[in-house]
C-alpha cells in the first residue's frame, strides 16, 4: 500500500536545490484546494481539486505515516462535494502550490500551503524515517504525523 512521510521545511528553493543536486527531477508544479470533511481523529478524507481534475482521497493514519486508503478520480465534483458536506461537515480548506520531483522509486512533493507553512512529502511503497534523513540528507527532521487541516 502507498505510504506518505511529511516533513516542516523552512526554505523550500534550498531544499529544491538539494533534490537535484542528488538527481531529482522536477516534473510539474500544480494550484490546488483541498476540502477536508470532519472525521474521526487519524482518519483523512478529503475532496483535491487541480489543473489535473478532481479526486477523492482517503488517508489514514498509522506509524507517523499516512497510508493512502483511496486516491479515485471523480466527475461530478459538486455533487460528491455537497454530498459529503451534508454527510460530514467541512473541517477546513486549503489552498496551496505543489512542486513534484521523481527520485529513484519515490514521488516527492513540496507543498506550499497558505497561512500554513512549506512542507515536502515523500510518497511510495515501505517508506522508512532513513528516506528523509539519509538519501534526502536532511538533517533533524520535523516529522509531521498530523494532516494539514489540523495544523
Not at 505510504?3 to 531529482?24: F, Q
Not at 470532519?38 to 499516512?66: A, P
Request: overall charge neutral.
Amino acid at each position: 500500500m502507498p505510504e506518505e512521510l511529511k516533513i516542516r521545511i523552512h526554505n523550500y528553493k534550498k531544499v529544491e536545490e538539494n533534490l537535484k543536486k542528488l538527481g531529482a527531477k522536477f516534473s510539474e508544479e500544480i494550484n490546488v484546494v483541498d476540502t477536508y470533511f470532519k472525521q474521526s481523529s487519524g482518519e483523512v478524507l478529503k475532496i483535491t481539486e487541480d489543473n489535473r481534475g478532481n479526486f477523492l482521497v482517503n488517508l489514514k493514519s498509522e506509524d507517523g505515516k499516512f497510508n493512502i486508503v483511496k486516491y479515485e478520480k471523480i466527475d461530478n465534483v459538486e455533487k460528491l462535494k455537497k454530498e459529503l458536506m451534508n454527510k460530514f461537515g467541512v473541517k477546513r480548506i486549503l489552498k496551496k502550490k505543489r512542486r513534484f520531483f521523481d527520485f529513484g522509486n519515490y514521488t516527492i512533493n513540496i507543498n506550499l500551503i497558505e497561512d500554513v507553512g512549506e512542507f515536502l512529502i515523500v510518497e511510495g511503497e515501505n517508506l522508512s524515517p532513513e528516506i528523509i534523513t539519509e538519501k534526502l540528507g536532511i538533517k533533524n527532521p520535523e516529522f509531521i504525523t498530523v494532516s494539514f487541516d489540523e495544523l
